[in-house]
């Protein structure tokens, strides 16, 4: 029987560790496509961890077909979405929470990426978020300090395999901050991966929200994404630290976080991301990008 499509060859690299899963995309799609009446609408699109198939509804609604490995990070996907105000994120159609598969409305193929003003896209980007951090978290999302608390766990092991002895001292300090605000977590439900590729256009709002990894924590924890992403915007100013900290200004004045627990929690995301690249002897250093953030807002 020949398979309905090709999974998109990044896949293969990025889920390496889950390559049965993705033998088994096709047919799991046609289950889905049987199961929800739904037609295919066009060739396979993908995320870092999903495949995402254009579909048209027996109604002849245009949405998209997401399929992923179920993990916690996905798990309450669909949750998030549908808890969220509906005008600032796309909206959910479908889902099955035991495979984390998702039929979502389908937007336009434009993000907050391809906005060319790169403080228009930040302030949308802080409204959104604003939005978003109103809610707060339902029962049973997964929660940030216990996020934290397994960052803590694995760092003794992992920090001294850093090269430089002072980056080692520096992330133990990111460490200590990071036991230091856990102890007030928060409670609002966050999107964890908030950047300017995860705000589409749409036809029923200017800019929707897709693609959370949830939690249930303090907003603050949101900001380091949007101080990573567009990076060569931030390069081509000519003043690489001033970029950055206008851009967390911004955030910070936008979204009326408090600063000190802004920057606190974007040194955490740097540990997290410190952490994440060690254990997976992707690096003995710190990301260069990181330190530059690090450095421009405190």
């Known amino acids: 029987m020949t398979a309905l499509f090709a999974v998109p060859p990044p896949l293969f690299e990025t889920l390496s560790d889950r390559l049965p899963w993705l033998e088994a995309v096709p047919t799991l799609a046609a289950a889905y496509l049987d199961r929800w009446q739904l037609t295919l609408d066009g060739r396979p699109l993908h995320g870092m961890a999903s495949v995402v198939l254009p579909v048209v509804r ?13 993990d916690e990070e996905n798990a309450d996907e669909a949750l998030a979405l549908r808890s969220w105000p509906r005008d600032a994120v796309v909206q959910v159609l479908e889902d099955d929470p035991s495979s984390a598969t998702i039929l979502l409305e389908r937007l336009e193929p434009r993000s907050l990426s391809e906005v060319a003003d790169d403080t228009e ?45 002072a980056q080692q001292s520096l992330v133990r300090r990111y460490a200590a901050q990071a036991a230091e605000l856990v102890q007030e977590p928060g409670d609002r439900l966050l999107h964890w991966d908030l950047h300017y590729g995860n705000v589409l256009a749409g036809r029923r709002a200017p800019w929707l929200v897709i693609d959370p990894k949830p939690l249930a924590g303090d907003p603050a924890f949101e900001v380091f994404q949007v101080l990573h992403n567009r990076w060569d915007d931030l390069v081509a100013t000519g ?16 979204t009326g976080l408090e600063r000190d627990r802004a920057v606190g929690w974007t040194m955490v995301r740097i540990l997290q991301n410190v952490l994440w690249d060690l254990a997976g002897a992707q690096d003995d250093a710190i990301d260069p990008d990181h330190l530059e953030i690090a450095r421009a807002i405190v």
Request: proline fraction near 9%.
């Open 239 to 254: 003043d690489l630290r001033g970029a950055i900290r206008r851009r967390f200004d911004l955030m910070v004045e936008v």
């Open 121 to 165: 896209a930040t302030r949308i980007l802080a409204e959104l978020l604003v939005r978003l951090n109103g809610v707060p978290a339902p029962a049973g999302v997964r929660r940030l300090s216990e996020v934290v608390a397994e960052m803590l766990d694995g760092a003794p092991a992992l920090i001294p395999l850093l090269s430089d002895p």
């Open 58 to 70: 027996r109604d002849g609604t245009p949405a998209m077909l997401k399929l992923q490995p179920f």
